[in-house]
């Protein structure tokens, strides 16, 4: 087939007119060389397309391989989503619950006496055996005056009573103030919601907490009952007005101070009864320049619609202004010694006044 292929063309050159008239027609055989010759071009092209786009999508791959290296590391050290597991509710280390406690279980020792020692089950577990009557003492008020956890889950709870005492006559009479410490144990655990309380042994009495003397507080010079210093003058009027409803505040406070009245106005009078201050000396009462300032503990005795009388004490600040004292604030507490100093010279600076001097509410 090839030597008549060769053979053909040599015809064609040598006789190039005949060339166009003779053409040599391929046999089926022939055909189908030809078609499946051009049949393997076609795939081989095709598979060289295909083989490129693998060869991109290789280095594709390649390229991005650190990045997802890098998501997929994210993705495991991000933490896994699940329905949340419960915590276990931790144990408030707060007193309030054993300082309630402890004011229960003293009011109920004192009432309790032989016969009842069943009503002291809730609080002790141990044994006790009362010999007094039941109701010989009673518990008035009590108030919890320290609770202190002297270990965890263990406090120790004092506890302020005023008791009443059964005379033999039958009637009570006040025997004041007693004091009674309490051991006071937790008997939840720290997963517990609530915790329970146990005393660990009966009260023990006490005697008072130690308080202030007079001497602590920051007020060494006293004024007395009358109105003749300048500054026991302004305090007394702006305690008619506060408490008594006699007078408008602003006229006595500072510019800028906002004192509301207490209302219902719950007297009716007021009286000065004694007046202490931070001033060195009792004995001048000018009014001195602008911007001096002198801390008053007033005490009054207040009068409501009935004649009723109770005594009050305020702590106020004043500034001196234009020749005047005027109210600066209304002192959350009394000053004690080391808060308070001398405000002789112009323009002393008082040590900063409580909350109360910069908003107070009067309520």
Do not use: C
Not at 264 to 286: G, R
Not at 305 to 326: M, V
């Amino acid at each position: 087939m090839k030597r008549s292929r060769r053979k053909a063309r040599r015809e064609n050159e040598a006789w190039p007119e005949d060339a166009a008239v003779e053409t040599v027609e391929p046999g089926p055989a022939e055909q189908n060389e030809t078609e499946e010759a051009a049949g393997w071009k076609t795939s081989t092209a095709g598979l060289t397309g295909l083989a490129r786009l693998a060869r991109l999508g290789a280095w594709a791959l390649i390229a991005s391989g650190p990045v997802i290296g890098v998501l997929a590391l994210l993705s495991s050290s991000a933490p896994a989503q699940s329905a949340p597991k419960p915590q276990a509710a931790v144990k408030s280390t707060a007193a309030t619950g054993p300082a309630g406690f402890a004011q229960l279980f003293v009011g109920s020792y004192l009432e309790a006496g032989e016969g009842t020692e069943k009503n002291l089950a809730p609080y002790y577990s141990g044994s006790i055996a009362l010999t007094h009557p039941a109701g010989t003492r009673s518990a008035l008020r009590t108030q919890v005056m320290d609770a202190r956890e002297v270990s965890s889950g263990y406090w120790s709870v004092t506890v302020a009573v005023n008791v009443a005492a059964k005379s033999k006559k039958g009637g009570y009479t006040d025997a004041g103030v007693q004091y009674f410490r309490v051991a006071v144990q937790s008997t939840g655990s720290a997963a517990d919601a609530t915790s329970g309380y146990t005393a660990v042994s009966l009260p023990a009495q006490v005697a008072a907490p130690r308080s202030l003397k007079p001497g602590d507080l920051g007020y060494p010079t006293s004024r007395g009952s009358g109105t003749a210093d300048p500054a026991s003058d302004t305090a007394a009027s702006f305690l008619k007005a506060y408490v008594a409803g006699q007078g408008e505040l602003d006229r006595y406070t500072a510019p800028g101070i906002h004192i509301s009245p207490v209302t219902p106005t719950p007297y009716s009078s007021i009286k000065l009864t004694a007046v202490q201050d931070d001033s060195p000396d009792s004995a001048d009462n000018k009014v001195p320049g602008d911007g001096v300032r002198r801390r008053l503990l007033v005490s009054v005795d207040a009068t409501d619609a009935d004649g009723n009388t109770f005594p009050l004490t305020y702590a106020l600040g004043l500034t001196a202004r234009a020749g005047r004292w005027e109210i600066s604030s209304l002192d959350d507490a009394p000053a004690t010694a080391a808060q308070s100093k001398p405000s002789s010279a112009p323009n002393a600076q008082a040590p900063a006044a409580p909350s109360g001097a910069a908003s107070p509410s009067g309520s």
